[in-house]
């Protein structure tokens, strides 16, 4: 097919894979936002295809980029929880492209934890060759920052840290003090960690701060690269908290630009006339932990949500520096680009912050894939059931390689993105290990009991939170904002064990045998035709 622009065939050579921390998706504005406008994303969008119903595989940083980076769902990686190992065994990304000649790098975040033990097992060191590789989560780490924390957890001679001091920008921590601290009114440090102080701009310029160095980073990668082929995770720390922005992104917004929370009455545990809601106790307590009793106050989220916003729009900023850049390279022509999140965020919704319970806003991604090819539609819009999964065998795919089915569990969306037909499914899932939060504590839910898995089919949602706990199910149709659990309603019974007899059959047919091909077993002699063994014969 000839290519469009003239010439021959485009073909995808490279790809640029984007993530941004903890953004949900209908705060950009081809999603729908109300007043957030981010004109790059969008213009990317158009350029390729946004699917409206993509999700990951868990709302928790680092078992959802683990299910990214693997194709495999957290039941088969087992990296449950932020911090957990990813097992050294397991194969990721770069292991899969480097075989095909693609030099694979993160910019910026992965919140891969290294499985040490089991790489000293192997005779190998975590700081060159192979052992480097494992212990980066198969990423060459051209510039990794997960992220750092306040001074007594931080390493002072990190990159990020180097380079703000070589621009003056001194202390044991210049990411904490510069970068998302601000300046009170007493001229002290205002730490970015304490919500009271996400009105104020930071100490530090915005050409410095993390977003603005990640792109230039990720601009200095792909141009060293000339005609190597090249994968490139360039994967944003923000708007993850500390929840502070730069000027002039902090001011941007304000309360005509807010969009209200989505929640009700109905579903919050407080006492209401006397007594409690009936609502499922794993719930309520979610609704007790600290980070959602801050954001179900309105005057903290409002103070907040500016912040958020800003750091928002300063994505979409650079992302539109960075495809400027693609376009006068010619990188456009040979490079598939997609922009998504690891998870959302709850900013308030259903009386909650953080990410970490199945609803909506925590577990739909945005989901926007340019694909070079000629065959791909532009301005695509799709409501097909996607997982993040589904972007390993993608990447793959695309290349020229052959996806490994007995291992990888996602499925290519290449055919669909050439207008084809998308994979068929009749749900997409999620998991949560929430042994470690207060919840489980408080109500005596042991490890191995504290897991969550969502199936959501089309039309619902069902959440399986604990045994002897009822579920919760959402109807998206009647209910698409997630307000009325019919979990323990008899009228829905039906449904609720058709979605349990998804969760049955979706964990049976989890990848295991991953050490032997599909090819290989189709190729084996049968038990009795093998290695002259006689087996029932008279």
Not at 356 to 385: T, W
């Amino acid at each position: 097919m000839a290519d469009q622009l003239g010439g021959t065939t485009r073909r995808v050579r490279n790809v640029l894979f984007i993530m941004a921390d903890q953004l949900r998706a209908d705060y950009l504005s081809c999603y729908g936002h109300r007043a957030l406008r981010t004109p790059n994303l969008d213009a990317l969008a158009a350029m390729g295809t946004r699917f409206t119903r993509a999700y990951c595989q868990a709302p928790v940083c680092g078992p959802s980029r683990m299910s990214f980076y693997t194709g495999r769902y957290t039941l088969s990686h087992g990296a449950t929880w932020n911090f957990v190992q990813l097992p050294v065994g397991e194969r990721t990304l770069g292991d899969y492209l480097r075989p095909l000649g693609v030099r694979t790098a993160v910019v910026g975040k992965t919140h891969h934890r290294a499985d040490l033990e089991g790489i000293a097992r192997l005779g190998l060191s975590p700081d060159t060759g192979t052992g480097a590789l494992l212990a980066q989560g198969g990423f060459e780490p051209y510039w990794r920052d997960d992220g750092l924390h306040p001074d007594h957890k931080v390493k002072p001679d990190l990159e990020y840290n180097v380079f703000l001091r070589s621009r003056g920008y001194d202390g044991f921590n210049p990411w904490h003090e510069w970068a998302n601290s601000g300046q009170d009114e007493n001229g002290e440090l205002a730490s970015g960690w304490y919500m009271r102080n996400a009105h104020r701009p930071t100490r530090l310029p915005e050409e410095f701060t993390e977003t603005p160095f990640a792109t230039n980073k990720a601009i200095e990668f792909i141009r060293e690269q000339g005609e190597q082929p090249w994968c490139l995770h360039l994967s944003y720390i923000k708007p993850h908290w500390p929840y502070i922005a730069p000027a002039p992104y902090h001011d941007m917004f304000g309360p005509d630009d807010f969009q209200a929370p989505i929640r009700a009455d109905s579903e919050r545990s407080e006492q209401a006339g006397g007594r409690a809601r009936d609502i499922n106790p794993i719930l309520a307590g979610f609704q007790q932990h600290p980070e959602s009793l801050a954001f179900s106050d309105d005057r903290l989220r409002e103070n907040m949500l500016p912040a958020y916003m800003g750091l928002v729009k300063q994505i979409d900023d650079h992302v539109g520096r960075l495809m400027r850049f693609l376009k006068e390279s010619g990188r456009l022509e040979d490079t598939m680009i997609v922009f998504t999140a690891d998870h959302g965020d709850f900013l308030g919704d259903h009386w909650q912050g953080e990410k970490e319970f199945m609803y909506e806003p925590s577990v739909r991604l945005p989901m926007i894939v340019y694909d070079p090819d000629p065959a791909a539609p532009r301005g695509e819009v799709r409501d097909d059931l996607i997982e993040a999964v589904d972007l390993v065998p993608t990447f793959i795919d695309a290349i020229g390689g052959e996806v490994a089915t007995h291992v990888i569990e996602g499925r290519s969306l290449l055919g669909l993105l050439r207008g084809g037909k998308a994979p068929q499914r009749d749900a997409v899932f999620a998991e949560m290990d929430y042994s470690i939060y207060p919840t489980a504590r408080r109500l005596g839910i042991g490890q191995h009991d504290a897991r969550m898995v969502m199936a959501r089919s089309e039309r619902y949602k069902l959440v399986h939170v604990c045994k002897g706990v009822a579920p919760l199910l959402w109807d998206l149709q009647e209910d698409p904002h997630e307000l009325v659990d019919l979990g323990r309603d008899p009228g829905y019974a039906g449904i609720v064990d058709a979605h349990y007899a998804m969760i049955f059959d979706w964990m049976i047919h989890r990848r295991n045998r991953i050490a032997i091909s599909d090819a290989d077993i189709a190729a084996r002699p049968s038990p009795a035709d093998a290695g002259g063994v006689i087996i029932g014969k008279w």
